[in-house]
């Protein structure tokens, strides 16, 4: 798999703020830029960013996502934002219909590191999933939360793209090094 | 939003005890006031309970929660009983249904901190979520498992109750540290 | 219930491998027979096993499971291999098809206890549920992943059995004291 690499269509990730505010322009989005800055420094290949912001609304979040998954060919797709117990807070929802396969071990271990830092971690519906040839995978909206939640969860992030898709990442070693288990049955 | 609390409506909480036996009189219901025990300990404001004793009949135990939310206007229900395996054990089955949204991190949070306790933790199915402007829990049968289980997600209802329905809850400061997270978005 | 022991039928359980592989012939399975070492060592009574061997296909996987549980009558039914994120991963999704009650805190303590091993154990799909008078347990693929999967939520097995089906399971209390509490209400 290693010597495919050269070989390999550039990594395209989308970025998904949801935010009614943020996308009425309200409120300068921080999720965003802090996804895509933690992105940069624990992968160690040339990728690009396509970023989305809108409401929360479960239909235009759904759409953000499959149009990131079936046009844009992206081998993830970040959320950020909209993952609580409040009436707009559909995130979780959105990316529940649109995936063929949840992944819960994700959402499991994101509330449990965030409990360490804040016992509302719980509130939290944020989950994963697989769509296509994508990993798909909700975050919180504050940037602290982003890299908690990131730094619980990225180590297992390549492997799965891989198992996913094929698609092999490139990760800084000196930052994070991704697990791969030396045979997969 | 703390300005606001002389003139909040009563706090009124649900609470559904769910038996066959406790429902045909041959067992004395034991969870429901170990709730209220617990709430009247933890709260820090005048609150109102209403009690329900159904059988473990899922559409029974549907429509209690139904009218402590729609009608008796409950900012938060807890069941006890029926969280197993067993056949009878539906509790959580009726809650899904009347839930709109369900935050798995209660459920995920109650069966970690119980499985301090006892191995079989595993075995409880009990979930949360949110119906309307209402929080809907399921706690265990068992007056101490009932303890150790709010022990372990009171800090976060508050917060929780106020993101559902903007109201604030007072909480005996001595006891509980109501966690509010300085900003939400 | 100790009294009826020898009344009991002899105990049956079935172990379903879902392999494409190793349902072709072109690799040996080791999950199973990983699975009916740790049962002999960790039961105290003679049983019989009913192993099947399928390909990961969620209707064929599904049919295994049914006929285990309808027909032949097992108390315990569980499975090895096919509870990852890859498309051909749909073990979890047969199980979660078959059974009547899910019971989310093994799929929890599994991918938790695994996490101590290795980061891509969020990955894991696997779950546990009841059908009919059968407990129903998905594990991984791997015999070492396995005993973690397996030592991680084997104390609450005999009770789950015993809450499901009214059967009581003899433990090899030297190697496992199956944990019962002492009154169920």
Redesign the interface.
Known sequence: MSAAIDFQAKLTIGIVTV?D?ASRGE?VDAGGPAIEDYLREVLDEPFETLCRMVPDEVEVIASALIELVDQADCRLVVTT?GT????R?VTP?ATEMVCE?????????M??VS?QY????????QTAG?RSRS?LINLP??PKAISQCLDG?F??IP??IE??SGRFLQTNQKRFVA???K?T?
């Open positions: 935010s505010r409120y934002g609580g117990p409040a009436v807070d929802d396969k949840l992944l819960p071990g994700f959402g499991e271990r509330r449990q409990l804040v016992p509302t971690a719980i509130l939290s519906r697989v990993l909206g504050q969860v180590a297992a492997y799965a198992l996913i697990f791969r288990p045979s049955k």
